[in-house]
């Protein structure tokens, strides 16, 4: 059993800034991919950015705007977004895998709107 600890989510401006953080219960080595996914009223729930294999993948409606970072020391993943629009307003869970096993956070409100 992995457990993930999310925070860092909240209410930002179009255009502003912040920063997701997971914490795993398991080391890094343990873990095959780890990483953010996004759901929207509404909508299926989708990747946003990970680590997988050694490298690491992002939703292209991301890229250049969103980081994916990693603490090996902290078993910590972050997510630095930035620029953000309406349209990345979401509640945004942390994913591992682990051989076969998914694993969820709670998942964290993102809200971007003036």
């Known amino acids: 059993q992995v457990q993930l600890v999310e925070s860092g989510g909240g209410l930002v401006q179009p255009g502003g800034s912040l920063r997701l953080s997971c914490a795993a219960s398991?080391?890094?080595?343990?873990?095959?991919?780890m990483g953010w996914y996004r759901q929207s009223p509404g909508k299926q729930r989708e990747l946003v950015a990970t680590?997988?294999?050694?490298?690491?993948k992002y939703a292209d409606s991301v890229k250049g705007r969103f980081t994916i970072s990693r603490d090996s020391a902290k078993n910590t993943v972050y997510l630095q977004m930035n620029s953000l629009k309406p349209e990345d307003t979401a509640v945004y869970y942390c994913?591992?895998?682990?051989?076969?096993?998914?694993?969820w956070g709670q998942g964290t409100q993102v809200t971007v709107s003036s």
């Open positions: 680590f997988i294999g050694g490298t690491t």
């Open positions: 398991a080391s890094f080595s343990s873990i095959n991919a």
């Open positions: 994913n591992a895998l682990v051989i076969t096993s998914m694993y």
